[in-house]
């Protein structure tokens, strides 16, 4: 393969000036390989096969997720048998997870492995024993290599742990502050080291160990958010090029690259909706994460809250969780806290990692209550119960009782509960009705091909389709509440949908001349 003279030389990084494409020997382990394809050709290819695999993977998520369960119920047997089957029930009981639990996206996957790491941490600072100190580290670890939110737990288990070195607790509390302070600093060098090999293997050593200068060389790759930047985005959005060209990166190039990518997401934001609105407030995610969560939870976290402030009035002072607890705390609240400061909010998703200490939490709640008021407990713990069966099977569409379930949260919220999970139930209905002639705007790559799945014959739908009979018109309301103007080609906005399947699928009646009818 010839070499050629890369457009964004410079003569700081003069590797870039004759940079070989990304088949490069060199960065693929002495083998020449080429680019398969995108997802969207591998499921076009054979949708049969890279179903199975996706139901394959599904079934992974789901095995982690129980996983969490059963490190939750454990984790929280320190604090009695009582709370911790009760966590464990108010975590089994909860929609998020049953609907998160088995999608193929890294967010179950992050909260189980951040979990365990505050976990492990606690119970680390707790017992003092080395054993805890390397399951934290190793947690700590595949968290990062999981999702790049994870890296929240650096600066929220720094701040936790220096408060806890500076008053005296966890395994540094029989020295001087000086000689506390610097294991502590000994402690999270060998987590970051422990963290890094992790990161690493996960990666299977791939292109890591890069100096500087090789990666601004390396081609970059482009999509949606990053081709604005023209290979550049390094160059642009990353401290790399301050830093001299020698020095080696101790992570993966992907790794590397993706981090920043994440940044330069972030930066152009993602359109959602939100109250009627493109552009969500700072407060989407604390919203979000109250309205997605089952009244009962809410009561009990109330009545926790309740709780404490009586006891603090009867008391007269301010009682402190305990320096080992603090981070159990801390967590959820930073998490929360920085979540407000995203521009990415296209579902809730991306604050999963609070709700295993949500569960926690409204279990503690629940514990205080069952030896007061025991009966009242039973009721709290059958309207969570009649909740969650009450939004089976579509629990990705969950919205809390307290606001008036999920036709009044589809008001609110439609970006982010729309997975495809209805464009079965769109085949059914339009098979059971007669639908026919039918135009379908796909919401993502899959869902056409899910659709053809189910037997129905249809066209693929856009703004620019002329319709030269009447037919019926099957548009993802996700994408419907984001046009820009009036409506969308034949379909008006502010037209009302003859059926509406789930909530996030709306079929309308269209007539050549653009009217959509009455509901029927």
Not at 35 to 59: I, K, N
Not at 64 to 86: K, M, N, P
Not at 159 to 182: D, K, M, Q, T
Request: charged share 20%.
């Amino acid at each position: 393969m010839p070499i050629r003279p890369s457009p964004t030389c410079s003569r700081r990084f003069p590797a870039r000036c004759w940079a070989r494409p990304s088949t490069s020997p060199r960065r693929t382990g002495g083998k020449r390989r080429r680019w398969s394809g995108s997802p969207r050709h591998y499921f076009r290819a054979d949708y049969e096969s890279a179903r199975r695999a996706l139901v394959a993977g599904r079934l992974v998520t789901a095995a982690i997720t129980l996983l969490l369960g059963l490190y939750l119920y454990r984790f929280a047997l320190r604090f009695g048998r009582l709370r911790a089957v009760l966590a464990l029930a108010l975590f089994a009981l909860h929609p998020l997870f049953l609907a998160h639990g088995s999608l193929v996206t890294t967010d179950l996957p992050v909260t189980a492995a951040m979990f365990v790491s505050i976990g492990e941490f606690v119970r680390w600072v707790q017992s003092r024993s080395r054993l805890r100190f390397w399951t934290f580290a190793l947690a700590t670890g595949a968290a990062f290599a999981t999702k790049f939110s994870a890296l929240a737990l650096v600066p929220m288990l720094a701040c936790v742990g220096l408060a806890i070195a500076v008053g005296r607790g966890g395994p540094w509390g029989e020295r001087p502050l000086g000689w506390r302070l610097l294991l502590l600093g000994r402690d999270f060098v060998l987590v970051a080291l422990v963290s890094i090999v992790v990161v690493n293997a996960s990666y299977s050593f791939q292109r890591t160990l890069w100096t500087v200068e090789e990666t601004l060389a390396a081609p970059e790759p482009r999509n949606w958010i990053t081709k604005k930047w023209k290979g550049n985005m390094l160059e642009e959005l990353s401290a790399l090029p301050d830093l001299p060209g020698w020095l080696p990166l101790p992570l993966p190039y992907t790794w590397v690259y993706g981090l920043h990518s994440i940044k330069a997401h972030n930066e152009r934001g993602h359109v959602g909706w939100f109250l009627g609105e493109q552009e969500p407030p700072r407060l989407y995610f604390p919203i979000m994460a109250a309205i997605k969560t089952p009244a009962a939870i809410l009561l009990l976290l109330l009545a926790g809250l309740g709780i404490a402030l009586w006891r603090r009035a009867r008391a007269g002072r301010v009682r402190f969780p305990a320096p080992a607890h603090l981070a159990l705390w801390v967590a959820p609240l930073f998490l929360l806290g920085t979540s407000t400061f995203a521009e990415i909010q296209i579902g809730v998703r991306h604050v999963l990692p609070i709700f295993p200490f949500v569960a926690l939490g409204a279990a503690h709640a629940a514990t205080l209550l069952a030896l007061r008021q025991p009966l009242a407990l039973a009721g709290v713990l059958v309207l969570a119960a009649a909740e969650t069966v009450g939004s089976a099977p579509r629990f990705l569409g969950h919205f809390s009782w307290a606001i008036g379930g999920s036709r009044v949260g589809h008001t609110i919220s439609m970006v982010g509960e729309d997975w495809g999970q209805d464009v079965a139930s769109l085949g059914e209905l339009v098979r059971e009705r007669g639908l026919l002639p039918l135009f379908y705007q796909p919401y993502g790559f899959q869902t056409p091909l899910e659709l053809k799945r189910t037997g129905v014959p249809f066209r693929t739908w856009n703004c620019k389709t002329q319709l030269r009979a009447p037919a019926w018109v099957a548009i993802h309301a996700a994408r419907l509440v984001r046009w820009r103007g009036e409506g969308c080609g034949a379909v008006r906005k502010d037209a009302r949908p003859a059926f509406r399947v789930g909530e996030h699928i709306w079929v309308y009646r269209v007539e050549p001349a653009g009217e959509a009818d009455e509901p029927v």
